[in-house]
């Protein structure tokens, strides 16, 4: 009985010393099938790849959305509606029913640039040069270089408000300089800023106070949740006030 105790006790603290990290069941990541569709944005895709959204990218719905962002990320309810909106409200979908939902591949069009979709993309190229939909890794490496997710050491695991800041600022020039017809307005720079809070605010580490470097690479190269590199959906939920102070944080940081 001693034994068996002492064996059992051993099991248990060698199973709890290396957590296994593994994904939610019914939302394993699956990547695209055939004629499912998918956006310019990763953390739509994410969400899709793992089924929080429609795996389809079809008829997807203002439900859907927060649905998705609560249940992959935890974010409140109505953080993202005004964006919603700004799709459903600017004739970009090609559903049957426009004024309730949209494809994920409609935010590659001419009508939802400048709107909902943007040049200077972290991982896209610009519409103006042909393919805003398609991850592009020539682009992305550039990024991930300044983001130093090659660089992945004791130390040095977290990506920080002023790395990712100064990453997005080097990508504008990058783009800027590439294409002719880069939208430069004030508009314009405030959504690239806050695509870059945004990643951050959904892949934040408290703990760590920074988003971890290997969350940021599987997030943008692979389009999966990184539950396997440890992430958990935060037990608190993340406001559009948070998303705000994100925002400003980012912004305060000089290229």
């Excluded at 090609?94 to 939802?112: G, I, M």
């Excluded at 004030?186 to 408290?206: F, I």
């Amino acid at each position: 009985m001693q034994l068996s105790l002492l064996a059992s006790t051993i099991l248990y603290t060698a199973a709890t010393a290396w957590p296994h990290y593994s994904e939610p069941r019914g939302n394993e990541y699956q990547a695209p099938k055939g004629d499912d569709r998918r956006s310019p944005c990763p953390g739509l895709n994410v969400m899709a790849n793992h089924g929080f959204l429609p795996r389809s990218g079809k008829e997807i719905t203002l439900e859907h959305i927060r649905y998705a962002t609560g249940a992959a990320f935890n974010f409140a309810p109505g953080v993202f509606d005004s964006a919603v909106a700004d799709v459903l409200g600017n004739g970009i979908s090609t559903t049957n029913a426009p004024n309730s939902t949209f494809n994920l591949d409609d935010l590659v069009s001419p009508k939802a640039h400048g709107i909902v979709e943007v040049d200077g993309s972290l991982s896209r190229s610009d519409l103006a040069l042909g393919d805003n939909l398609h991850y592009n890794q020539e682009i992305w490496d550039a990024v991930a270089e300044n983001l130093g997710l090659n660089r992945i050491c004791k130390g040095d695991k977290i990506v920080t408000v002023e790395t990712a800041a100064k990453a997005r600022n080097a990508r504008q020039v990058v783009a800027k300089a590439a294409n002719k017809d880069f939208d430069a307005s004030e508009l314009q720079s405030m959504v690239t800023r806050g695509t870059t809070a945004l990643y951050l605010l959904t892949l934040w580490d408290g703990a760590r106070n920074g988003a971890p470097k290997t969350w940021v690479k599987t997030f943008f190269e692979h389009e999966r949740i990184p539950y396997k590199e440890g992430f958990q959906k935060p037990a608190k939920a993340k406001t559009a006030e948070d998303l705000g102070n994100m925002f400003q944080a980012v912004s305060a940081v000089k290229a």
